[in-house]
């Protein structure tokens, strides 16, 4: 019997867990994103914190990692593309868009 996967926003503090999702996905499926293992691997730690703390506290990105297990698996990331600003000030969903998914291969 498999575990289901779970699906969660990232917290800030798992850039390292990020870092390791998105190194691995460029690896499996380079063609499918828009950089390379080569520019991303050359990124500095405090760049991979501050990429993923900027996006977790904006309203306008949703980065996701997928766990088995409490086992990371896969990430995806969105974007909020037509937010709709309400008469209090706060902005609610329009549209999404999807920037990467990936999930690997096998989950045993």
């Known amino acids: 019997m498999t575990d ?3 699906i969660r926003a990232f917290s800030a503090n798992e850039w390292r867990v ?3 999702l998105r190194l691995r996905a460029l690896a499996d499926s380079p063609d499918a994103f828009g950089s390379t293992l080569a520019a991303e ?3 500095l730690d405090a760049e991979w914190a501050r990429h993923l703390a900027s996006s977790v506290d904006s309203p306008l990105n949703l980065p996701l ?5 409490g086992e990371p698996i ?3 990331w969105a974007e909020l593309i ?3 600003l309400t008469w209090r000030l706060s902005i609610r969903c329009g549209s999404l868009r999807a920037i ?8 045993s």
Do not use: M, N
């Not at 990692?65 to 297990?69: K, N």
């Open 4 to 6: 289901a996967p779970t």
């Open 18 to 20: 990020y870092r390791d």
């Open 41 to 43: 691997t050359g990124r």
């Open 65 to 69: 990692v997928a766990e088995v297990r």
């Open 74 to 76: 896969g990430l995806a």
């Open 82 to 84: 037509r937010p709709i």
């Open 100 to 107: 990467a998914v990936w999930v690997q291969g096998k989950c």
